[in-house]
C-alpha cells in the first residue's frame, strides 16, 4: 500500500476553518484517497473519499491536488466535536481489501 | 441495532485463557475486518472476511489468533492462551461492496490480560 505522511498533531478554533494536509507522493493512478477520524474512546468513522475531483458532504470538503500527490480535508468550521485523530489512507482499487492506517494527525480545537 | 454490534465491550482475564470476542455486522454488509489498536496506538489490521472466506488473514499476529464468520454474518475473534501484550481494543467492521465501501466500525471490545 502507498504511504501517506500528515503532520502528527494540529490545532484550531471552534468555528474556525481546519485545513488538515495529507502528502501521497508515491500515489498510483487507482488509489483512492479515503479519510476516517476516530473521535475519542470510539471506533473510527468514515469522512469522505475521491480520486481526482474535489469532493463534498456534509461532514468536510476533499481538496485533491491536480498531480495527486497531495490532499487536504477541510472541515469549514471546526466545532468542539471535531477533536479527533484523522486518518489519510489510500486504498487501491484493484488491490487489497484493507485499509491501512496511519498515524494520523490529532486535531486539537480549542473553545 | 443498526450499527456494529461487539460484545463484550470489556473483558478481564488471566494470562494463559482462552478469549473470544464477538462482531454482529450490519445487516447486508459482505465485508467483515478485525483490527487491534493498542493504548496510544494505531490501528493494527488483523484479518478481512468476504462472506464467510478470509482472503487476507496477513495481520493475524500468531497462531494464538484465529477467526472464522458464518452464514455470512456473524464473527468470531479467539485468541488463545492470552499474553500480556494480547491486551488492546479489539475493533471491527463491516462495509457493503468491500471494494470502496465505507467501512463502519463498532465500538470495540477491551481486552485486558493480567
Known amino acids: 500500500d502507498a504511504k501517506t505522511t500528515q503532520p502528527n498533531s494540529m490545532e484550531s478554533n471552534e468555528e474556525e476553518p481546519v485545513h488538515l494536509p495529507c502528502n501521497h507522493s508515491t500515489i498510483s493512478g487507482t488509489d483512492y484517497i479515503h479519510w476516517y477520524r476516530q473521535l475519542p474512546s470510539q471506533g473510527p468513522e468514515y469522512v469522505i473519499h475521491g480520486l481526482t475531483s474535489n469532493v463534498n458532504n456534509r461532514m468536510a470538503s476533499l481538496a485533491i491536488a491536480e498531480d495527486r500527490k497531495s490532499s487536504t480535508l477541510i472541515l469549514h468550521r471546526a466545532t468542539l466535536r471535531d477533536a479527533a485523530v484523522y486518518y489519510c489512507i489510500l486504498r487501491d482499487e484493484g488491490g487489497s481489501e484493507k485499509l491501512v492506517f496511519g498515524k494520523g494527525t490529532k486535531l486539537t480545537v480549542n473553545p | 441495532g443498526a450499527g456494529v454490534s461487539q460484545s463484550p465491550s470489556n473483558k478481564v482475564t488471566e494470562k494463559g485463557k482462552d478469549v473470544e470476542l464477538r462482531c454482529d455486522p450490519i445487516s447486508g454488509h459482505t465485508a467483515l475486518y478485525w483490527y487491534r489498536q493498542s493504548l496510544g496506538q494505531g490501528l493494527e489490521f488483523l484479518i478481512y472476511?468476504?462472506?464467510?472466506?478470509?482472503?487476507?488473514k496477513s495481520g493475524l499476529p500468531s497462531d494464538r489468533f484465529s477467526a472464522e464468520r458464518t452464514g455470512g454474518s456473524v464473527s468470531t475473534l479467539t485468541i488463545q492462551r492470552t499474553q500480556q501484550e494480547d491486551s488492546a481494543v479489539y475493533l471491527c467492521?463491516?462495509?457493503?461492496?468491500?471494494?470502496?465501501?465505507?467501512?463502519?466500525f463498532g465500538e470495540g471490545s477491551r481486552l485486558t490480560v493480567l
Open positions: 472476511f468476504q462472506g464467510n472466506s478470509a482472503p487476507d
Open positions: 467492521a463491516s462495509s457493503f461492496t468491500g471494494g470502496h465501501g465505507e467501512l463502519f
